[in-house]
């Protein structure tokens, strides 16, 4: 399976109308689905806001795409040769949207599950046919960042594997295929350095806005074009050995959440979306953030699809 002729996106909140706006880009006709009425009705703007990016990219329009927004989950499942799951990130959820989606999907579909770290095959283990559903994460925002983590469980197919990093490489993407753990790479390698910056800022070290700029050009800057292997091979494994030898146990081992996340979420300083978390935001605020970093990613990935991959 390259490009699918049919794509059925179930979930139309953060991720959904991002990853539809790409697969019809490329050609493919697409349902975005939800249960929510003011949900689909709000996804209508975040489809042209995608759109737009997506022209600001430069991403060719290939004829014959589309998307839809249908409220009634088998009329948007009906002939579909890829589903993507993107509801919320909850088990017993997923598992109640995936049984749905079996049940009414055609036999040959691939079905992918845009979770961010439940493992597949929990997520699999009341399915009648396993061994179609496999893991599918995108990046947010999903019409931007060009990768998706392909994770097989333990009973997917491997035709299925082959079909889905097929499809992903032909909407310009790159396929990261994984064994199966909690959470997948990217957001294990993510989650651990939020970690170790909430322990930095919770001890006093910096302020979040020095820590901020501290990553963006000490580290995120390197990263965006040297990868984490390459760059031990440019630094040298014996500064490493060197450096880890004394650093490592000095680096958070925190297995719980951070208590300025939890005393924050408990004043229902939620970031972004209330207008407060680490930073404050005033009116309009998030708007303009929001344009900034998506013109940002944009100027960054014109810039490294111009480098030799790492």
């Given at each position: 399976m390259s490009v699918p002729t049919t794509t059925a996106v179930i979930g139309s909140g953060t991720m959904g109308p991002g990853i539809a706006a790409l697969m019809a880009r490329y050609g493919s006709t697409v349902r975005l689905n939800d249960v929510s009425a003011e949900v689909l009705e709000r996804a209508a703007g975040a489809l042209a806001i995608a759109e737009s990016v997506l022209d600001r990219l430069g991403v060719p329009t290939t004829p014959g795409g589309s998307v839809s927004c249908e409220a009634d989950l088998a009329a948007a499942l009906d002939g579909a040769d890829l589903v993507i799951e993107a509801v919320p990130e909850r088990l017993d959820l997923k598992r109640a949207v995936l049984a749905e989606i079996e049940a009414a999907v055609r036999d040959d579909a691939v079905i992918g599950t845009n979770t961010s770290g439940i493992p597949v095959s929990e997520l699999a283990a009341d399915m009648?046919?396993?061994?179609?559903?496999?893991?599918?994460?995108?990046?947010?925002?999903?019409?931007?960042?060009?990768?998706?983590?392909?994770?097989?469980?333990?009973?997917?197919a491997e035709g299925v594997r082959d079909a889905l990093v097929e499809t992903v490489r032909a909407i310009g993407y790159e396929a990261v295929v994984e064994k199966e753990v909690p959470g997948f790479v990217e957001n294990r390698i993510l989650y651990a350095i939020l970690r170790e910056c909430l322990s930095l800022v919770e001890q006093g070290v910096v302020s979040?806005?020095?820590?901020?700029?501290c990553v963006k050009w000490g580290i995120g800057y390197k990263l965006a074009v040297i990868g984490p292997m390459r760059l031990l091979d440019m630094a040298g494994l014996d500064i490493y050995e060197s450096v880890a030898g004394y650093l490592n146990r000095e680096l958070s081992t925190e297995a719980g959440v951070s208590p300025l996340v939890t005393e924050m979420t408990g004043q229902r300083k939620l970031g972004m979306k209330t207008g407060g978390g680490m930073y404050a935001y005033g009116e309009g605020d998030v708007a303009a953030k929001r344009a900034d970093i998506i013109a940002g990613l944009i100027t960054v990935r014109r810039a490294l699809s111009d480098t030799t991959p790492v």
């Open positions: 009648a046919h396993p061994e179609r559903l496999i893991g599918m994460h995108w990046s947010n925002p999903p019409h931007v960042i060009p990768m998706i983590e392909v994770i097989p469980g333990e009973r997917t979040r806005q020095d820590l901020d700029t």
